[in-house]
């Protein structure tokens, strides 16, 4: 299906690690889409899913194109929309940077608030566990709750052995 649509995608965890091991799931497919693709490819994408009797997508580490939310709409896909807040090296402690993550949030909330398709807004992606990280993202759910009620709010959070603590926000 997939080599018939042009599709080419990747095997891993994809950041997902911690929800795959407790589902017992070794490995999940990847294909990824950015600026250089248009209509066609997301559409080629989003066909391949639905082929496979997939339901749901994660549009991970940034918000995709009205044109992918519209499309996933038509298909009847369940969308996981995401803000690019991830890795080590963002400044949590920064008010600046918390300020961003919160403006994209809330556009991306307005922008998508009334797709029948988005079922949780993210608002991380392989963060590590610190004191920083959680208040910033303790504030930025609480911000993302109040533009939407309605929606749970995820993270895709990094599986980090060096890490022993988890926190619940």
């Not at 999940?28 to 248009?38: E, H, M, P, Q």
């Not at 749970?152 to 619940?168: G, R």
Request: with cysteine; glycine share 4%; aromatic share 8%.
């Amino acid at each position: 299906i997939l080599d018939e649509e042009g599709v080419a995608i990747r095997a891993g965890h994809h950041c997902a690690q911690p929800l795959m091991e407790h589902l017992g799931v070794p490995a999940t497919a990847r294909a990824s889409f950015g600026i250089y693709n248009d209509e066609n490819d997301i559409a080629a994408l989003l066909r391949s899913a639905k082929a496979l009797d997939a339901n749901f997508v994660r549009l991970a580490h940034y918000p995709h194109s009205e044109t992918a939310t519209r499309l996933a709409d038509e298909m009847g896909l369940l969308v996981w929309s995401e803000i690019p807040v991830y890795w080590e090296e963002i400044g949590y402690a920064n008010p600046d940077v918390y300020s961003l993550a919160e403006r994209m949030m809330a556009a991306n909330i307005a922008r998508d608030f009334n797709r029948a398709s988005i079922v949780t807004w993210s608002v991380a992606n392989e963060t590590p566990r610190n004191a920083a990280r959680n208040a910033f993202l303790a504030a930025l759910i609480q911000s993302v709750r109040t533009d939407d009620p309605t929606r749970p709010v995820s993270a895709a959070l990094n599986k980090n052995p060096e890490v022993n603590k988890t926190v619940t926000v």
